[in-house]
């Protein structure tokens, strides 16, 4: 089975621009799930979809982060205007109902 | 809200000693999964527990969840060097509906 695919791998910006990351989750997997991995950090759950809803996006700083899925299968994550403290290792990960987490090999952000 | 930690935050070991990482939660937990992440890489599932007390072994690696279901552990006997990297241990809260990783355990093996 194919895994769960994120573009771009690297991305550098500058502070206050903005940028958007793509996730295309396994195919027949519901549940989608943005997490923030800071170096030397865990994950930490941004958002999670249920099919196109949003399930929790508690954690998520609404007033420059945003994301969608429109259709139910592919999801971006934006972010507008970007900060330093932005700068991390955005995963995408999916899941069929309660099975473990599957995870993107993620895209790699620097904000200078 | 929900914490998980971990400790050690690392440990370097010998090739052959024994590992082992400790998960404790602010809140009791439904399941706890365990994920390893080499160096550069992003987690990957090992194991998942849900009954009170549950030890489950894959080989080399032996898994432990609490009485309380509020803390886990993973051992790992006679460490090889593919054993590198951080291993996380990630709770599902009771009545919840998302993980909640902890800060990972970064192992280094030393040839």
């Known amino acids: 089975e194919a895994g769960v695919a994120q573009s771009p791998r690297y991305k550098i910006i500058e502070k206050r621009q903005s940028v958007a990351f793509w996730c295309n989750p396994i195919?027949?997997?519901?549940?989608l799930y943005w997490y923030q991995q800071i170096l030397g950090q865990g994950p930490k759950l941004l958002i999670q979809?249920?099919?196109?809803?949003?399930?929790?996006d508690s954690q998520l700083p609404k007033d420059r982060f945003s994301a969608e899925r429109l259709k139910g299968v592919d999801s971006t994550l934006k972010i507008q205007p970007a900060k330093l403290e932005d700068s991390a290792v955005y995963l995408c990960?999916?899941?069929?109902?309660?099975?473990?987490?599957?995870f993107g090999n993620g895209t790699r952000l620097t904000v200078t | 809200g929900q914490q998980v930690m971990q400790i050690p935050q690392y440990q370097h070991v010998q090739e052959g000693e024994d590992f082992t990482t400790y998960c404790n939660s602010s809140?009791?937990?439904?399941?706890i999964q365990w994920y390893k992440q080499r160096p550069g890489g992003h987690p990957v599932f090992l194991i998942q527990?849900?009954?009170?007390?549950e030890v489950k072994k894959q080989k080399r690696l032996t898994f432990q969840f609490g009485e309380a279901k509020k803390n886990s552990s993973l051992h790992i006997t006679a460490t090889q060097t593919t054993d590198v990297g951080t291993y996380f241990c990630?709770?599902?809260?009771?009545?919840?509906?998302?993980?909640?990783f902890g800060t990972g355990t970064r192992l280094t093996v030393i040839p």
């Open positions: 809140t009791t937990l439904s399941n």
């Open positions: 979809f249920q099919n196109n809803g949003v399930v929790d």
């Open positions: 990960a999916s899941s069929f109902r309660d099975s473990p987490l599957h």
């Open positions: 990630a709770g599902l809260g009771a009545g919840a509906n998302n993980l909640f």
């Open positions: 527990l849900v009954k009170s007390g």
């Open positions: 195919s027949g997997h519901a549940t």
